[in-house]
């Protein structure tokens, strides 16, 4: 502090005023840096804490992590860091997320889909005696995708018994596509469900977690091009680019690579075609002309607050003359449970029951520890890996198609406070 005081000092005694001003925010800057770090590395390891302590410190752990994952300035620090603690803990983190490239659709009816917490969860009375009842509220406004989807709420607080804390509405929400509803949410808690105070505690606070569970159906498209191989090679051997005419963003020409769309919700679907287009008949490899293509099921962005609850159905739709080469997938005729319902120009295979059923129990069928399961379902894994073969082409020109996925998924959407137990008002 004296060596600031002093340099202060002089920048002002020899007339440098601008030099003074600027010396003033450096320092300023300077110290305003390392304290928004020290808050981050401070509000880290409160929540890392907050997994095995109780009463005050877990409910200020959990309005930390709300707080900051909200906060603009602090958004990106605090989520790159979580990313870091989570690659020490688990290095296979970064294996699972690399060439996962998307765009999401953002368009004006997508905008709302899913549900969201209008409202702060928070108790009418944040201060209770013990024989007291709790009540806290909060509202949500939910839209989807699906024809019709069911929203199922509970409340839970732990060493509570599931059932005791009642919820309002108590039976699930039925929702329609292209619907839009909004409500309020209910949980009351019953006089004596905490008890007494522990001895010689005079107050405590208890967390609340409501639940929403969702049913949400999901979709992502990437754009294929194909081209006889004996045409290619001789615009290649031309000096001809085959997509020198084309026209698409999601499109690079210099590669050949297209990037995949994805619906706009809580969890997202990516596929993933690591190959130069446009496709030929003969594929990458001489053995089997196989392509193969990659399907991910992955968190959209960190303003969600939830997991995936389970996988319901996966499919994957191919082009006519398109062939997929999977065991774990079988050719249905029946559009009706899709969005591509009447679209007679794709080939569509679904994912049996057997590898969503593993799919869903990952954690029951390996030595993964909890937080590693946690991290799982909170942002996502990989569905598939699988084969296709491209047949019958003899077009001299470059075919666009598209390949289509779609998943149906439960959502397990979150949200948290907590009241405050006492044992007599003062």
């Known amino acids: 502090m004296a060596g ?21 925010f450096f320092v300023i800057g300077k110290y305003f840096t390392f304290f928004l770090f020290l808050t981050v590395f401070f509000m880290i390891g409160t929540i890392i804490f907050n997994g095995t302590a109780k009463g005050e410190t877990q409910v200020l752990a959990t309005r930390l992590d709300t707080t900051i994952s909200n906060t603009k300035i602090l958004s990106p620090i605090y989520t790159g860091l979580k990313d870091t603690l989570k690659f020490v803990n688990d290095p296979t983190v970064i294996e699972r ?30 201060r209770i005696l013990p024989n007291e009842e709790a009540t806290l509220t909060t509202a949500v406004e939910i839209s989807s995708l699906k024809q019709d989807s069911n929203i199922r709420f509970s409340c839970t607080s732990k060493n509570i018994e599931d059932g005791v804390i009642k919820v309002s509405p108590n039976e699930p929400v039925k929702i329609s596509k292209n619907e839009i509803k909004r409500f309020d949410i209910v949980c009351r808690i019953p006089g004596d469900t905490f008890k007494d ?5 005079q107050v405590a606070e208890k967390k609340i977690k409501l639940n929403a569970v969702y049913d949400f159906k999901t979709e992502s498209y990437l754009d294929i091009y194909t081209m006889q191989k004996s045409y290619l090679d001789n615009a290649i051997n031309h000096g001809i680019n085959p997509f020198e005419k084309e026209i698409n963003p999601n499109l690079n020409k210099n590669t050949g690579e297209t990037i995949p769309i994805t619906t706009y919700g809580p969890m997202k679907l990516i596929l993933r075609l690591d190959y130069t287009q446009p496709l030929t008949e003969q594929g990458p490899f001489t053995n089997d002309n196989t392509y193969n293509i990659g399907l991910k099921i992955q968190k959209t962005s960190s303003s969600w607050f939830g997991r995936l ?32 319902e009447g679209d007679t120009g794709f080939k569509k295979y679904k994912l049996n029951q057997k590898k969503i059923d593993e799919l869903n129990n990952q954690c029951d069928l390996s030595s993964k520890i909890s937080q590693e399961c946690n991290d799982l379902y909170e942002q996502g894994f990989i569905i598939a890996f699988t084969k296709f073969k491209v047949e019958g082409l003899d077009q001299p020109t470059l075919l666009k198609d598209l390949i289509r996925a779609e998943a149906d ?14 044992k007599s008002f003062v």
Not at 318 to 337: H, I
């Open 197 to 201: 105070l522990e001895s010689g505690l």
């Open 97 to 126: 997320s690399a060439g996962w490239k998307s765009e999401v659709d953002n368009n004006k009816d997508n905008q709302n889909l899913g549900l969201r917490f209008i409202r702060k969860f928070s108790p009418i009375k944040p």
């Open 4 to 24: 600031i005081i002093r340099r202060t000092h002089e920048s002002v005694m020899s007339g440098s005023f601008w030099g003074w001003i600027g010396h003033v």
């Open 309 to 340: 609850n389970k996988i319901n159905q996966v499919y994957i739709s191919l082009p006519k003359n398109f062939r997929l080469v999977d065991e774990n997938f079988e050719e249905v005729f029946d559009f009706s449970d899709t969005n591509y």
């Open 409 to 422: 998924y439960d959502f397990q959407a979150e949200a948290s406070s907590s009241i405050t137990l006492v």
